[in-house]
């Protein structure tokens, strides 16, 4: 392990030795977050698990989400004999039915939540436009392949969830200080209120970015 270098920029220093930020990301979905998250998980002590395919057998509950999170967080611990400094889950509200309580869930087991109502594209389209109102996942979908192929050139291109060239056209057609600055403002709509299901549309996605571009916070 000595020889992994660890690319995350910042981390704690006990003497002379560098103790690095340790997150768990799990996602709900197995092509659009993990690839989004990867992007930014290149330090080998974090990683980015998926459990898709674990919890369509349940219904698409999202509370099952929580528990495959605690499973995979325990055994991860345990074999390793070292704790993560952070845990996230990524997940939309979709057509998830239990999604509050999923949220409460979380934070009852020490987890955060990037959560998105209704769809993670709803982070995409904030790089390139402020939405104030909530749409189906399709419509972001036709946002998002509007402005690229606007910005591109490219009349023909297809939003893939499962392509990282997303990731690409963010960087070079979007904002994402502006995304975030939009994401805060969403969320001001909604103040005090705990009823997250009805929050449409809103993201968390920017608060998970922000601890990762800068771990030292976490610590």
Not at 14 to 23: P, S
Not at 51 to 66: A, P
Not at 76 to 91: G, H, M, N, T
Not at 173 to 193: K, L
Request: with cysteine; charged share 35%.
């Amino acid at each position: 392990m000595k020889n992994r270098k660890p690319l995350v920029s910042k981390g704690r220093k006990q003497g002379d030795r560098a103790v690095y930020t340790r997150f768990l990301i799990v996602c709900e979905g197995t092509d659009t977050e993990p690839n989004y998250f990867r992007s930014f998980i290149k330090d080998r002590w974090s990683e980015v698990k998926t459990v898709g395919s674990v919890i369509k057998g349940c219904g698409r509950g999202t509370c099952q989400l929580v528990a495959e999170a605690v499973k995979m967080r325990d055994e991860l611990e345990s074999r390793r004999q070292v704790k993560f400094d952070r845990i996230w889950l990524v997940f939309d509200k979709d057509e998830f039915k239990d999604f509050t309580k999923a949220i409460r869930d979380a934070k009852k087991e020490g987890m955060k939540c990037a959560w998105s109502n209704e769809s993670f594209e709803l982070w995409y389209c904030l790089h390139f436009q402020n939405i104030s109102t909530g749409v189906e996942r399709k419509k972001y979908i036709s946002m998002i392949e509007s402005v690229v192929r606007k910005a591109s050139g490219k009349r023909t291109y297809k939003y893939d969830k499962a392509s990282t060239d997303i990731l690409k056209h963010l960087k070079e057609y979007g904002n994402e200080e502006q995304a975030c600055a939009w994401a805060r403002q969403i969320r001001g709509r909604y103040a005090q209120r705990t009823d997250f299901d009805k929050h449409n549309p809103r993201t968390e996605v920017d608060l998970l970015i922000d601890e990762l571009k800068h771990p030292e916070r976490v610590l």
